[in-house]
């Protein structure tokens, strides 16, 4: 849509395909960076941006406008459960993973109750979080 052509020539993976647009919010400056080579290795995705809080999280996410939000759900400022719900009441196209350390079955309860599309649990498989990352995406255009 307004993109220039080599804009959108540079944000495109294997076979032409937009790649997949992905905010990362942690207040870890390490696991962002982590996360960030990891996603960046992969041909169909992009980091589009970070956040070191919720409030910046929603802030850029509103800006950017990224496919997917990958929020911590214990943040400063606002917490990633505050700010998927923020996020979904005012933009319901960006999909929203909401991450802890924790596997814990309430924070799954809450996750969904944010709005969030996908609870990850950050000790995962890194094949498990990027599928979950992916399927949001696949999700969100059906």
């Known amino acids: 849509m307004g993109r ?19 905010v990362i919010a942690d207040d870890d400056p390490g696991f962002r960076t982590f ?7 992969q041909p169909d995705l992009k980091v589009g941006g970070e956040a070191a809080d919720g409030e910046e999280a929603v802030k850029l996410s509103l800006q950017l406008k990224p496919d997917v939000v990958l929020l911590d759900i214990d943040m400063p400022r606002m917490n990633g459960l505050d700010a998927s719900r923020q996020l979904k009441n005012e933009s319901h196209e960006t999909g929203i993973v909401v991450a802890s350390l924790l596997e ?5 309860r809450a996750a969904a109750k944010s709005g969030a599309d996908a609870f990850i649990c950050k000790r995962a498989p890194i094949s498990g979080i990027l599928a979950t990352l992916r399927s949001i995406e696949k999700h969100r255009r059906n």
């Open 4 to 22: 220039k052509p080599q804009q959108q020539a540079r944000e495109t993976g294997l076979g032409g395909r937009r790649k997949l647009r992905i």
């Open 104 to 108: 814990a079955e309430d924070y799954h």
């Open 35 to 41: 996360l960030r080579k990891i996603v960046e290795s």
